[in-house]
């Protein structure tokens, strides 16, 4: 091989090594990027939440007519659980197989299963073409589901 065609190759393979590694780098960036902004919207919903479950007054504006303040203030904040959950899952701290877990517990308290039975639906239509919130959506969905058999088992 002459020098001159040594001097190319090597130069082709450094330069599709640089943009390899920059377009791997431009796909991180983006996710990182995803992963500051549903944080952002995360804090956003969590900060709602505690505003609206611990205000009377602010929490009549938006509960359902057929429901009353204090019971809709007790469900909110058993949504403010199940949305830290599920963003501690979206950011991938929750450990593979664990969700599973995490849900069975939530649904042992019974204003998780009051929320869960009165808006569970709603979080399913809302989590429509995100397979990951989909996923989290029917997991939780079958530790409500599975609640009654292990209480049952435990009687």
Known sequence: M???TAVLA?????SLTSAVVGAVRLRQDARHQAE???TVLARNQL?????????????????PED???????QLLKANQLICMLSLRNRLGFVRAGHLPWYAAKLMESDVCQRYWKRFG???????EGD?????????L???AKNLPRAQAATA
């Open 47 to 63: 900060g709602w939440l505690a505003q609206i479950s611990t205000k009377p007054d602010l929490a009549k504006l938006w509960t």
């Open 2 to 4: 002459k020098l001159t």
């Open 10 to 14: 090597a130069g082709a393979a450094v």
């Open 67 to 73: 429901m009353d303040v204090e019971e809709y203030m």
């Open 141 to 143: 969905d079958q530790a």
């Open 36 to 38: 500051r902004n549903e």
């Open 131 to 139: 397979e990951q919130a989909e996923h989290f959506t029917r997991v």
């Open 121 to 127: 639906g709603l979080r399913a239509e809302e989590a």
